[in-house]
T-cell receptor, first 114, second 116 residues
Framework: AQKVTQAQTEISVVEKEDVTLDCVYETRDTTYYLFWYKQPPSGELVFLIRRNSFDEQNEISGRYSWNFQKSTSSFNFTITASQVVDSAVYFC???????????FGSGTKLNVKP | GAVVSQHPSWVICKSGTSVKIECRSLDFQATTMFWYRQFPKQSLMLMATSNEGSKATYEQGVEKDKFLINHASLTLSTLTVTSAHPEDSSFYICSPTLQGGRTEAFFGQGTRLTVV
């Protein structure tokens, strides 16, 4: 069965703090893709990153970084020096080799206070 | 630019009326359309999958007679919420895909439905 777990329901930090959002997934597929999306109050999903199951290389994009570890089935997301504009709900998602059905985690609401 | 156009972005309707949500794929032909629903402060859950020219497949617990999906063309799919009730108030998002899979994931901007 496919499943994504985001254990952190809500996180509050003060601006400039670093924050890590956790994501643990379950799948029997050998080829799969993992995503992180940001959902601001407007509701639309803002794509942040995609990772395939064969690429465990960590990635950094500006203040964002991702740590993918197949051994622990985790795909964690870190925001360095958080800003108020980072406040949103963040979803981790999993899909198979053919990009069909997406399995979303329950989301983590991040509150960054000035 | 956007490759998926979902309309309307928000709608308020009276209980008992029907609401139609459109989802257009602008840059490619969507042979399959996924419709997701997100209740307030919850995650996105797949409602149904439709293939162009075929009947939609609904996830368990989703009423097919209430959520009518039409996927008559490769660029347009519609979701009609019939006889809407307040409990249908939710955020609906479409996700079109190419035949044979794809290498990108596209989502519509979403439609926030409020039934009063």
């Amino acid at each position: 069965a496919q499943k994504v777990t985001q254990a952190q329901t809500e996180i509050s930090v003060v601006e400039k703090e670093d924050v890590t959002l956790d994501c643990v997934y379950e799948t029997r597929d050998t080829t799969y893709y993992l995503f992180w999306y940001k959902q601001p109050p407007s509701g639309e999903l803002v794509f942040l990153i995609r990772r395939n199951s064969f690429d465990e290389q960590n990635e950094i994009s500006g203040r964002y970084s991702w740590n993918f570890q197949k051994s622990t089935s985790s795909f964690n997301f870190t925001i360095t020096a958080s800003q108020v504009v980072d406040s949103a709900v963040y979803f981790c998602a999993l899909t198979g080799w053919n990009f069909n059905k997406f399995y979303f985690g329950s989301g983590t609401k991040l509150n960054v206070k000035p | 630019g956007a490759v998926v156009s979902q309309h309307p972005s928000w709608v308020i309707c009276k209980s008992g009326t029907s609401v139609k949500i459109e989802c257009r794929s602008l840059d490619f032909q969507a042979t399959t359309m996924f419709w997701y629903r997100q209740f307030p402060k919850q995650s996105l859950m797949l409602m149904a999958t439709s293939n162009e020219g075929s009947k939609a497949t609904y996830e368990q617990g989703v009423e097919k007679d209430k959520f009518l999906i039409n996927h008559a063309s490769l660029t347009l799919s519609t979701l009609t919420v019939t006889s809407a009730h307040p409990e249908d108030s939710s955020f609906y998002i479409c996700s079109p895909t190419l035949q044979g899979g794809r290498t990108e994931a596209f989502f519509g901007q979403g439609t926030r439905l409020t039934v009063v």
